[in-house]
C-alpha cells in the first residue's frame, strides 16, 4: 500500500501546473485499525487496508474530511468504513506545513467471529483525531491518527475473555487538489 502511494505522488508532482488550483482534495491512503486486545478476527494494527478520501478547507483554520476504508487481511480480518472529520487547526487551505485536530465519527462494519460462525457487526461512535503533514502546491501528504470511542469494541473483546484496550486509527493520506 505504501508503494501505492509513493508511486502516486511520483506522477502527480510533474503534472502540477502553475494555476491556482481551489481548495477541494481527493486523495488515496494508507489505512490501520488498532484494537487493543483484540480477539482473533478483528483488526489489531497489523492489517493494512485502504482508503478514499474527500477534503474541503472552509478556511486555512477549518476544514471537513470523509474517509471510506477497507482492510481484507489474510488472516481473516474484514472491514470496510467511513469516517467522518472536523479539522481546526492551521496550514488547512495553503501550501506548506498543516497541523490539525478536531472530533470524529465512525461507522465500521466487520466480520466476527463467534463460537457459531461469522458474523457482520456494526461499531459506530465518536473520536478525537490529530494530523500534521505539508502541502506542496497542488499535493499534499498527511500522517493523521483517531483515537475513538471504544465501548463497541470492548464487547467483543470482553465476550472473547480479554481486557479493555484503546482503539486507534492510522492513516498515510495523499491527495490531490483540484
Avoid: C
Avoid at 70 to 96: H, S, Y
Amino acid at each position: 500500500m505504501l508503494r501505492l502511494v509513493f508511486i502516486t505522488a511520483l506522477i502527480l508532482l510533474p503534472s502540477i501546473g502553475s494555476a491556482e488550483p481551489t481548495n477541494f482534495r481527493a486523495g488515496i491512503g494508507a489505512f490501520a485499525l488498532d484494537i487493543g486486545h483484540a480477539p482473533a478476527g478483528l483488526p489489531d494494527g497489523s492489517q493494512t487496508g485502504f482508503s478514499l478520501f474527500g477534503e474541503f478547507p472552509q478556511s486555512n483554520h477549518t476544514a471537513s474530511r470523509f474517509i471510506l476504508y477497507r482492510i481484507d487481511g489474510g488472516d481473516g480480518v474484514r472491514l470496510t468504513g467511513g469516517e467522518t472529520q472536523l479539522m481546526w487547526g492551521m496550514g488547512l487551505a495553503q501550501p506548506g506545513f498543516r497541523l490539525y485536530t478536531g472530533p470524529a465519527w465512525h461507522y465500521d462494519r466487520m466480520r466476527v467471529t463467534h463460537s457459531g460462525g461469522h458474523n457482520t457487526r456494526t461499531f459506530n461512535g465518536w473520536g478525537w483525531q490529530i494530523g500534521t503533514g505539508w502541502q506542496y502546491r497542488a499535493v499534499t501528504l498527511d500522517v493523521a491518527a483517531t483515537f475513538r470511542d471504544r465501548h463497541d469494541y470492548n464487547r467483543e473483546t470482553r465476550r472473547a475473555g480479554l481486557p479493555k484496550g484503546d482503539v486507534w486509527t492510522h492513516n498515510l493520506l495523499l491527495s490531490y487538489r483540484f
